[in-house]
Each structure stands twice: as C-alpha cells, then as structure tokens.
C-alpha cells in the first residue's frame, strides 16, 4: 500500500461520500460467504466404486502422502458509502505451502498471491488511485439497491481469492501431493491434467443424495470410516466433475451428526479411484494435531489451518486500513 | 532453516500493546534455530537509529492456546509424532546497551534485528573510545569459534576514574580464582602508565593464598590436559600471551620449628628453581596489630593506653625508657624483651608497693604480661625471634611480578594478623611511594570472612574498607572474591567499579543484591559453566557475559602432585640446602663454618633467617661465619642459662585475669 493517499483526502470533500470507521470485527472471513445453497440435487449421484453405496473402515496408514496445502483468505473492511452503496476494501490471498521433514514452509513470493482493491461502483473506483487496485462493480439493471451491490462486492472479492487459489493450484506440478481447502473442479478446470490432488469440502450445504437410506448411512458413520466414491457431476460453481466421498474424521457422543465429517474430492481418474483407501487413510493422519481452538478443528486439518494462519498473518492489520481511510 | 542472513540478520524489533518498547528495553522475534541466547549481544537498524543491546530474557512459542489442545491432538500419547510440526519461533526481550544517536533517548524503534560483529561489540560497549589505548581485555564476548575480545578501561579497573574489581561465584568450581590470574595476565600485558605521572611505574600483584596449594605454581605451566584449544584460541582472541607468571615469588610463614616454612611449596626442585620465602613480623609490627591479635576483652581502654605506652616508650623511643628511673634505659627489639621490661615493671610496682606505674593500673600491665607471653605460643611462626620483619614489604616490588603470600595453613587468627600486618603495610608504602611500583593489586579472597556484613568493625575490614575507599587514589586496588556477595561488606563491594559473577547459587541469587538481574540473567548465573563470567563496567550499560580462557597455569592440585610438600628438615639439611644454592663455589668453607656452629636454637633461627635472605654466596659465608660458635668442650656443662623467666612477688603470683580468654 502506498503511503501518499487516504480515502479522506481523495474523497472528503464530495458531498456524495461519506466516509465510515469500519467495526473491526472479522466479518467477513473464511465462510463469511459460504451462504448455504438450499437446493438439493434430484437424483442420487452415481457411485463409482463398487455396485452400491456403501460405508466402509479406512484401513491405516503409517504417514500421510500430502507434501503441499492450499488455502486462499480475505478480509473485507467498509471504508465508505457512495450515496447508499457501500465501498470496500478487501485483501485477498491464497498460499500453497509445501511440507519438509513434518515443518510446513512459510510462504514465499512464488508460493503466496495476495493484495488489496477497492470495490465500488465503477464512477468511484476510477477515482481510487491505481495502487490499490480498484476493482469497479457494475450493476446491472435490476442492481437498484444497496443490499444487491453489497452482495456483488461480495461475490466479486470472493471471486478474485478463488481465482488466486485456482492459478496456484493450476500450477502444482504433480511433484507430490496437494490437499486443498475446497473443491478441485476449478483447478481442474485450469489444469486438468492435475493428478495427484485432493479438496476437503468442510461444509455441506449442498446435498449429492436424496435417499434417506443413503443420507443416514452418510450421518452414520463412524469415526476412521468413508462412504463409497460417487461422481460429484460438473456445475458452473464447483468446476469439473470429480470422484468424492464422506470421511468421518472424528466423532463425538456429544456433537451432531455432522461434526468430524469431510466430502472429499478428487480427480476423477481411475488411479484416483484406486488410491481412495489410501489418499482417507492419510487425510485420517492429518487429524494431529488438532487445529483448536478453531471452532472448525473437527474438520479443518492443522495443515491447512496453517495455511490459514499464515494468510491471515500477511492481512493487514485494522489500524494499517483506518491509517489508509484517514 | 536459515539462522542467519550473511549479514548477521536475525529478526524484527515488534512493539506490542501489551509489552511495548521503551527507551531501555526492546523485543524481537527470531526463527527458533537463531543463534541467540540470554547475553547476546545485537544490533536494531531502523532508517534513523543504531540500537545496540542484550538479550535478557527469552521465550519460545508455538500456535498452542492451552496445553489441553495438545494432549488432545496426540491422544495423551507422547510418543505420538504428528505429520505436521507446530510452527515455533522466539521472542527476546534485550536491554538497550547503547544507541545512535545518544540524543533523544526515546524508544527504541521497529527496526531489523542483526547478531552484533565485532565493531558492533565495541559500540556496544563504549569501548571502541578506550581500547586502543586503556584497554584491558577481560575475556571474549560471542561464539567458541569466533570469539571477540571485551575490553575494560583500566582507569576505571585500577584508578584513577573509579577501581578494584569484585568477584562472587561458587567456590570450587575454578572460576575466581582462574578469572583473577587471566585478568593479572591481562593486566600486566597491556598496562600503561598514567601520561606525566610521577613516581614509580608499573603495575605488581600481591595474592593471598588461602586455600591448598591454589596459587603455589602460578609460574608453572600447565601440564594437564584442561588447557585446550579453546583457551589457545581465547588467549589469541585477547593478544595474550599463554605462559605462565614469570615473575613470582613465594613467601610463606615459619612453621613452629622456626626452621620450616609452613606451607605446602617446600619442595626441593621447586625451592631450587624459584625458593618459597619467609616472612616474619618484627615487634613493631605485632604491637601495632595488638588488636587483630587480642580480643576485645584484652584490649579495653586501658590495656590499650598501656601498650601504647610500651611502644611509644620501649619499641618506637630509640634510646629507650629506664624502669622507675633506674638503671639503664630498656628498649625492646624483639617480643621476649617487651615482655622482660613488662615484667620489670610489674616487679618494680610490687617493689614499691604501689598499684599503679606510670598511671597504669599493675592489674592491666600483669594481664598484658600474660597476653604478650600468649602471643609467641599462638604466632609461633609469624614472629620474629630477632624482632625485626622480612618478607615481601622489605623491599621493592618488581613491575610485572606477583607476590603470594601463603596463608593457607594458618589458623584464622594468623591470617587476621598476616593480612592486617599486610595491608597497612601496602597502604603506608603506597603512601610513602617506596612500593616499587605505580599501582598495586591486592587480591583476596574469602571477602565473606574478611569483611562480612554487618560482622563488626575488625581491623581487616577496616582496612580492607581503607583500602576501597581510598585506595585508588594511591595506586593500590583491591580485588576482593567471594562466594557469597550478599554477605560482604557494602561498602567494600559498593566501591568496587567493575564486578564479575562465575556460578552462583541459587540461594545467593535470592538476594535482594541481584535483584537488578533479570530472571533469565540469573537462571544463567546459577548454571554458568568453567570459564564464563558475567562481567559489570562503568562502560557497560548492561552486564555482559564473556568466556575466559584456562589460565595456562598449574593448579594447585597438579602442583601438590608433581611437587609435593618434602618432609619437615633438620637445621642442618636446611642450611645445607641454602649453602649448596648459594655457595657451591665455596662449599667447603661454608660447610666448616656450619659445623662450627653452636647449637643454640635461637642462634640456629637466626642463621636461618640471614641465608633465607641471602641473595650471594658472599653473603651466605657472612652469616655462617658471624654465627656464635660452639663452646670449647669443658665449658659445654657449665654454660650459663639463657632465659630468664620474671616471676611476681607473693602479692602477684596469681594471674587476676587468667580467667579470661587469651
């Protein structure tokens, strides 16, 4: 961020603006935008190990195969409204981290993406100064009210972290493995030629099963235990299609039925199928250490709760973003 | 992972909320594996500021909030070794030593954090302003294999800015006294002479060896495998030379004999290469010290005017003093004849019927009768038969040379007598300007003993408070050691510019004297090893801690060993011994001369005492040849007694004080 400018300086004296102090509350971080998705796929998805949907022990491994973690991470502060339409500042990053000798690299230039941009209306963000990285919301017609251009900055920054956890993904070169937080359809899109890749999808907002005999097999897991491969089918917001399957990663008399369990992702290759037992046995030994106290320890493995820290540590701090609003 | 850059840089000063900067102290964070511990010392470089300081106080951290997340990721097993490690760095708080600008003195500022080279110990440290010229290197700061010399200002170690130097550490762990003998040899190596002073020049040492044969074989080398390739390299790091002590000389006290030293350096290769002396304290000397040598309940008031009496009418007055008017004036040269004019005294009072002589009280003069009589059973060996002192005070001190003086087989009321005797000495003849040299070092230990806290006011102390009060005006400074710092006088240890702390026990550290020390600092003190010291310096703004070498001299426990004690000798072996260094030429003659010789013991002494002196066979032949001679044989049986013991009268016969301590 440069030094020169602040958004009072460049904005105080429009009578259209009114510049806020943002709370400083995170209120927008990791899952700020994981809005559950509420419709349910019609059909069951096929399964494609075996003949029937099944539950079954994940045999043990000794050590886990993953070498590299992806996450990506953003931060979004209000700095100001135009009129009624707000304008935020958002950093976004993404880090694919590599593993040596059980020590997770800290990030470097070619291992983490990250920056700051404004995203307002597009008559505000050609004021905002090139070294922020104005990023200008374009509404369409039916945009006409301040709850529908928040949620437009929203997808928008959401969109430009995806896209940096994309391009780094995309450029994993199969020298060992990469476990990413989240779906590998849009990496794959990229690269398709991606192998030795797995995604952890932690919540499970959208349904892949509509028989119940299914779901309660699916919530009835027990700890160490997955369900069979199914292919998760190709849609525009998750990418390529991909094998997955439900790990139970932990389990707790006293949580729900939900708490320890992952859908994993991979690609949809016949080698993938063949290594499944094996990629759940090494996402099982990921389980230490916990990530606490992450509210989320019971799925986020400590590995990509590494990520995130490191993420989150290259943010900037509350007091840099009140010195750049002024 | 990376330790260092090149450049020695190592981290980031952080200010937190919680534990922000200030102008004195600062944090920064490293990797776990920087090279950097409690007394480290670094650098910060912000755009504007040089801060330099070191580190006291360290801590490690990893991303664990509670200890219970860590139980439950490994399932209560420790022997569970997750695939991923926590990520685990440091964070030091270091205290400012200097900074650059000096003005203002402001916080110090979010900066990088570099490992300090060696022009940065010299900043750090203001000695870069005095080294060249005033530097006494005090040991080395930094790692074993790159170690940087520390220098201390010698004006400020021995006068004239501030002096004396103080240590404290654990006794038997080597460490005072092997930091004292490198800092003489340091000393001697690279002193200078104050520009335009007049007087004597140079810098001697005189050593209390109070403990075995510790300071015996200060001029041997070591033979023993201790002295490594670290000292090597510690020695080359200060420009000092590994040898030992060239110039020592030995003295120690006679033993009840009079004819052995009593001391544990009387072997006979040793006595022929480098001769232990004796040394003897003449009555001037034990009249002086009269209260080191009574206790209290002797010498009240009056006893105290008495003896003054005696010696300012019967020690000091050369023509002497005559009994009651009568015969011939009486002068006292050695202890038997003071007690021979007391006695004469006591007689003449009874004589005459009167209670008091002189307005002394008989009573007091009977009781210092007694007392004095006491005095040659319990100094035996410390006291001169001829009533004159020998020893080191005798004459000059060489520039460069050490004087021990063992004291170690000496009772505690000796060494009182020995160190008292010893001190005034030193301050009367650094007064006068007849020491020798322009400045002195007395080193002694066991300061616990010597000058306690709150132990009363002893003549030692006294002096010895003499000694850190003024002593650096006059050249002489005293390095005192001792285990326990809490228990030494404050003004003795107060006065004292530079201190050095070896191992220290955790209970001494408990004491409110340390409580300037951080908890790491003092952690380090109670388990630094052999060769570290913690040093103080009014140039050092913060306590530094530094590695010294092995003095690559014996120790007393090879010396004992390779040199140990030969078996007590009779008068003969003795003089024969002396004859045969001295006068190997004249052998013969000297042999004749001893053969003729009487066999009075008191003569004996004396003749032990002038070839202990002797430095020549000239003067060796001259005091065998003035010895008495034996009588002719017939006249052997009828020779005369020689001591006369003065008895009291009916009314006096009985000691009134005997119940007393002597």
């Not at chain 2, 021995?158 to 490198?182: D, R, V, W």
Request: with cysteine; hydrophobic share 40%.
């Amino acid at each position: 961020m440069g030094d020169a400018w602040t958004f009072r300086s460049v904005f105080g004296g429009d009578p259209d603006i009114r510049i806020v102090a943002p709370t400083m509350r995170s209120d927008d971080d990791f899952e700020a935008f994981a809005k559950p998705v509420s419709e349910s796929t019609a059909l069951d998805a096929p399964v494609v190990e075996g003949v029937s949907f099944e539950v079954r022990d994940v045999p043990a491994v000794e050590a886990s195969g993953f070498t590299h973690f992806l996450d990506g991470a953003q931060r979004a502060w209000p700095v100001m409204y135009h009129g009624l339409n707000p304008v935020r500042i958002a950093h976004t990053s993404a880090a694919m981290l590599r593993r040596t000798d059980r020590e997770v690299e800290a990030p470097t230039e070619r291992t983490w993406e990250g920056g700051l941009a404004v995203y307002a209306v597009p008559e505000i963000a050609a004021r905002v100064p090139s070294d922020v990285g104005p990023v200008p919301i374009k509404l369409d017609e039916d945009d006409n009210t301040p709850i529908k251009v928040g949620d437009k900055i929203r997808k928008a920054i959401e969109q430009r972290r995806g896209g940096i956890e994309v391009a780094l993904a995309a450029g994993f070169d199969n020298d060992g493995w990469l476990l990413i937080d989240g779906g590998i359809g849009r990496p794959l899109d990229r690269n398709p030629g991606l192998r030795q890749v797995a995604g952890v999808v932690k919540t499970h907002a959208r349904q892949y099963f509509k028989s119940a005999e299914r779901v309660a097999k699916i919530l009835s897991m027990r700890e160490g235990q997955r369900t069979s491969v199914f292919l998760r089918e190709a849609d525009p917001a998750q990418g390529h299609e991909v094998y997955s399957f439900y790990l139970k990663l932990h389990d707790s008399e006293s949580q729900g039925p939900l708490f320890g369990v992952i859908r994993v992702e991979i690609p949809p290759l016949p080698e993938s199928l063949a290594r499944a037992d094996e990629i759940a046995g090494w996402l099982l030994v990921e389980r230490a250490p916990l990530s606490l106290p992450d509210r989320r320890y019971d799925r986020l493995l400590y590995p990509i709760h590494l990520v995130e820290m490191h993420l989150k540590a290259r943010q900037p701090t509350d007091a840099a973003i009140l010195g750049r609003i002024g | 992972m990376i330790e260092t850059t090149s450049d020695g840089r190592i981290g980031r000063v952080i200010g937190m909320e919680r534990r922000p900067n200030t102008a004195y102290t600062f944090w920064f964070w490293t990797d776990r594996d920087a090279p950097v511990g409690i007394g480290t010392l670094v650098k910060v470089l912000s755009a504007e500021d040089k801060v330099y300081g070191t580190v006291v106080e360290a801590h490690g951290f990893n991303d664990l909030e509670s200890p219970l997340h860590e139980f439950l990721s490994v399932g209560g097993d420790p022997a569970k070794l997750p695939p991923t490690q926590r990520p685990e760095m440091r964070v030091y708080q270091a205290a400012v030593l200097y900074r650059e600008p000096e003005e203002p003195v402001g916080a110090v500022p979010i900066g990088e954090v570099f490992l300090a080279n060696e022009a940065d110990v010299r900043m750090a440290l203001r000695t870069a302003k005095f080294a060249d010229e005033f530097g006494v290197p005090c040991g080395c700061y930094g790692y074993k294999d790159e170690p940087l010399q520390v220098h201390l200002d010698q004006r400020f170690l021995l006068g004239p800015e501030a002096g004396h130097f103080n240590m404290t550490g654990t006794s038997g762990l080597a460490a005072k006294t092997s930091y004292i003998l490198f800092l003489l040899q340091s000393i001697f190596a690279n002193h200078k002479d104050e520009e335009g002073a007049d007087g004597a020049k140079g810098v001697a040492a005189l050593l209390f060896n109070t403990k075995g044969g510790d300071l015996l074989f200060i001029d041997q080398a070591d033979e023993s495998n201790a002295f490594t390739e670290l000292d090597r390299k510690l020695y080359a790091a200060c420009e000092l030379e590994a040898v030992p002590f060239p110039k020592v000389r030995y003295y120690a006290p006679l033993a009840n004999d009079r004819a052995n030293l009593n001391s544990l350096r009387t072997n006979v290769v040793l006595m022929e290469k480098n001769p232990t002396r004796a040394f003897e304290f003449g009555l001037a000397d034990i009249v002086r010290h009269a209260e080191v040598l009574l206790n209290k309940d002797d010498l009240e008031a009056k006893a105290d005017a008495y003896l003054e009496f005696l010696n300012q009418e019967h020690v000091q007055n050369e023509k002497g003093r005559k009994i009651g008017n009568q015969g011939e004036p009486r002068r006292a040269k050695t202890l038997d004849e003071l007690c021979d004019i007391v006695a004469a005294q006591v007689e003449f009072a009874r004589s005459k019927n009167q209670e008091f002589y002189e307005s002394h009280h008989f009573r007091t003069m009977q009781k210092m009768l007694n007392r004095l009589k006491g005095l040659t059973r319990r100094f035996t060996g410390l006291i001169a038969t001829s009533g004159a002192a020998a020893g080191p005070l005798e004459e000059p001190f060489e520039p460069g040379s050490v004087t021990v003086i063992d004291v170690a087989r000496l009772g505690s009321d000796e060494q009182d007598l020995v160190f008292a005797a010893f001190i005034t000495k030193l301050r009367e003849r650094m007064e006068e300007g007849t020491l020798g040299v322009g400045k002195m070092i007395v080193v002694v230990d066991e300061l616990n003993k010597y000058a306690p806290s709150g132990g009363g006011e002893t003549y030692v102390a006294a002096s010895l408070k003499e000694i850190a009060a003024r002593g650096r005006y006059l050249g002489l400074t005293l390095f005192g050691a001792q285990q326990f710092r809490s228990r030494v006088d404050k003004e003795v240890v107060g006065n004292a510019a530079t201190h050095a702390f070896g191992h220290v026990e955790s209970e001494e550290l408990a004491q409110p004297s340390y409580s300037h020390f951080s908890p790491a600092v003092k952690e380090k003190l109670g388990s630094l090893q052999p060769g570290e010291v913690l040093i103080k310096h009014p140039h050092f703004a913060q306590p530094i801690f530094v590695r010294f070498p092995n003095p690559c001299v014996m120790k007393g426990g090879d010396g004992l060993r390779k040199y140990p004690k030969s078996a007590d000798q009779l008068f003969g072996e003795l003089a024969e011994g002396f004859i045969k260094r001295l006068a190997p030429a004249d052998l013969n003659r000297a042999l004749d001369a001893l053969a003729k010789m009487s066999d009075d013991k008191d003569a004996q002494t004396e003749v032990l005492r002038g070839l202990r002196r002797a430095n020549s066979a000239d003067e060796c032949l001259k005091v065998l040849e003035r010895a008495p001679r034996k009588a002719p044989i017939g006249l052997r049986e009828n020779r005369e007694p020689t001591a006369v013991v003065a008895t009291g009268g009916p009314d006096f016969e009985e000691d009134p004080f005997d119940d007393l301590p002597h």
